[in-house]
């Protein structure tokens, strides 16, 4: 079972608030991911990590950043919030290798009135 | 630009039938591809993959069919569970990266 954690679960703001989503896994992974998903649509790589010290953008823009200072630890942070950040946010890891599946923590709901 | 389609966003299926997911993807250069199940509320969990030298896996009720010449793949799961209920995603492997389609809203009925 894959050990990959987020919190908060759920979380409403209101707009111009600074926050972080926190994602952490045990599982001694290399790679992480963040993805964005809103209802009914794909979910939307933002940012990815092949290791400490190491943060790429992803395919969708996005005004969050992330920070790779430990292995098991990939939060992301809006530095101020607004309502069309609204959206699920969904962590992610995976091994090194190329082929390897990723392994899915529970998401955050993001709400920012 | 779509590189992953799934062209049905829902499908229902009774009890103890077969489920049939489709998805398609425009890059040749496309290896391989799994697939992803979601219950609300929850983040997706693989399901089962396929690489492009063989056009067939089955685990369990699970068999995902891959025609790389219409660049199609399929999930087949028979027979159907209550449980099977749930959002299912496909997701093919690019440059170090998955890209994953749009979903099918699965619903079994009793």
């Known amino acids: 079972e894959a050990d990959i954690y987020q919190t908060p679960r759920y979380l409403v703001i209101g707009t111009g608030k600074k926050i972080t989503l926190e994602c952490s896994q045990t599982?001694?992974?290399?790679?992480m991911y963040w993805y964005q998903q809103d209802p009914g649509m794909e979910l939307h790589l933002i940012h990815y990590?092949?290791?400490?010290?190491?943060?790429e953008k992803g395919d969708l823009s996005s005004e969050s950043t992330v920070s790779r200072i430990r292995t098991e630890h990939f939060p992301l942070t809006l530095e101020s919030a607004r309502p069309s950040h609204t959206s699920q946010y969904l962590c992610?890891?995976?091994?090194?290798?190329?082929?390897?599946?990723?392994?899915f923590g529970p998401g955050t709901r993001l709400t920012v009135l | 630009d779509q590189q992953v389609k799934q062209n049905s966003p829902s499908l229902s299926v009774q009890e103890g039938r077969i489920s049939i997911l489709n998805c398609d993807y425009t890059?040749?250069?496309?290896?391989?591809f799994l697939w992803y199940k979601k219950y609300p509320a929850e983040g997706p969990t693989f399901l089962i993959s396929i690489s492009s030298i063989k056009d067939k896996n089955e685990d369990g009720r699970f068999t995902v069919f891959l025609n790389k010449s219409a660049k199609h793949l399929s999930l087949h799961i028979v027979p159907s569970q209550p449980g099977d209920s749930a959002v299912y995603f496909c997701a093919v492997q690019g440059a170090q990266k998955l890209v994953f389609g749009q979903g099918t809203r699965l619903t079994i009925n009793p």
């Open positions: 990590s092949y290791g400490v010290n190491s943060t």
């Open positions: 890059n040749s250069m496309f290896d391989y």
């Open positions: 599982m001694g992974h290399d790679k």
């Open positions: 992610a890891s995976s091994e090194a290798g190329t082929n390897d599946e990723q392994f």
